[in-house]
């Protein structure tokens, strides 16, 4: 892949104009590179190539930097059937996406070494279990203690504070009747063996596909261990945080869920940021490596010594992130031959 940045000479820092949210050009010497592999054009070749692993390199590198400017709310976000040599566009269902999310956490925790403690979250007890029946070596196991969401805020609340799903009382006594359905307790790691708090919580996939108390507990979890520790850092992976931004549950139906956004997921730093973009036979992405600024770029397909190759274009950089429609709009720009700014 080439990817072509934008042609003005840019300086190392620069200040963006408080009357034009957007530029066309980079505020850093060089953008990161959009990751190989994610192109719908070049999906024959994907499954061949390490797209997980890129991944890790490039989200610890973001979120190493990230821990060191002090930020402690982060989210990571990436379409996982990358993973398979599938397309951002193709289809999987809840519990496909779910084992990915879970395996690329698992397989990333050893190469956060440099981070003394890390509590890995899972959504609920059953996927504690699975995670545990997948990773059995000690390379994985021993890498952070396997928890959840429920068992992490009951440990920080004194078993007061977890906002619990609805039906979920009834859940557990079924579990209970049919010899623990929805997972066993033991698969859970003791909190009380961590020799001090967490440095890091990792939390896999909350809400999305699973009841909207994950995001809740979430900000209370957060919110209670920065009681004790303020450094103490959240990242979510892969938890649909732009549904609960961007108002897809209607507060009047979900008025806690809708509370926690302003004071809280407003406030995440997007470190590793990697969203398709499609419209009208354009595609591209809408791309972020922390500290980096908002990438949107172009795909397309050229023909060179009669070998197809895709060729990347960032058409857009923004010091914040621009909504959806704006990246769609720089696309089907570019691709027309035009030029226009917002």
């Not at 190469?111 to 007890?125: A, G, H, S, V, Y």
């Not at 440095?199 to 809400?207: A, E, S």
Request: glycine share 4%.
């Amino acid at each position: 892949q080439k990817q072509q940045q934008p042609q003005q000479q840019c300086r190392q820092q620069c200040t963006f104009s408080s009357t034009k949210r957007m530029s066309t050009t980079s505020c850093f010497a060089k953008l990161s590179d959009l990751p190989a592999g994610i192109s719908p054009f070049e999906k024959s070749n994907a499954k061949y190539m390490d797209v997980s692993g890129d991944f890790h390199r490039r989200a610890l590198s973001a979120l190493t930097k990230a821990r060191r400017d002090g930020v402690v709310k982060m989210e990571i976000e990436f379409p996982p059937n990358l993973f398979r040599g599938k397309t951002s566009f193709d289809d999987f269902d809840n519990v496909q996406e779910l084992d990915l999310n879970r395996d690329w956490c698992v397989e990333w925790l050893p190469q956060l070494k440099d981070i003394r403690t890390i509590w890995f979250l899972l959504p609920d007890l059953k996927e504690c279990q699975l995670a545990k029946q997948v990773w059995t070596t000690s390379k994985y196991r021993s890498a952070g203690l396997f928890t959840t969401i429920e068992q992490v805020t009951n440990y920080y609340t004194n078993n007061e504070g977890y906002s619990k799903p609805w039906g979920a009382n009834f859940a557990d006594n079924m579990s209970k009747v049919f010899n623990g359905i929805l997972g066993d307790e033991d698969a859970l790691d003791p909190l009380s063996n961590s020799p001090t708090l967490p440095q890091l919580h990792l939390v896999c996939q909350p809400g999305n596909g699973g009841p909207v108390e994950d995001w809740i507990n979430c900000e209370i979890l957060h919110n209670a261990a920065a009681e004790q520790d303020p450094t103490i850092a959240t990242v979510i992976v892969n938890g649909a945080l732009d549904k609960v931004r961007d108002g897809y549950y209607p507060s009047i139906f979900f008025p806690k869920l809708a509370a926690t956004v302003d004071r809280f997921y407003k406030t995440f730093e997007s470190i590793f940021y990697l969203k398709p973009i499609a419209d009208k036979g354009v595609y591209g992405w809408l791309y972020r490596s922390y500290p980096e600024p908002w990438q949107v770029v172009l795909q397309t397909v050229q023909t060179r010594n009669n070998r197809q190759v895709v060729e990347n274009t960032v058409v857009f950089t923004s010091d914040t992130r621009p909504s959806y429609q704006e990246a769609v709009q720089q696309l089907l720009t570019k691709a027309a031959g035009t030029v226009q700014s917002l």
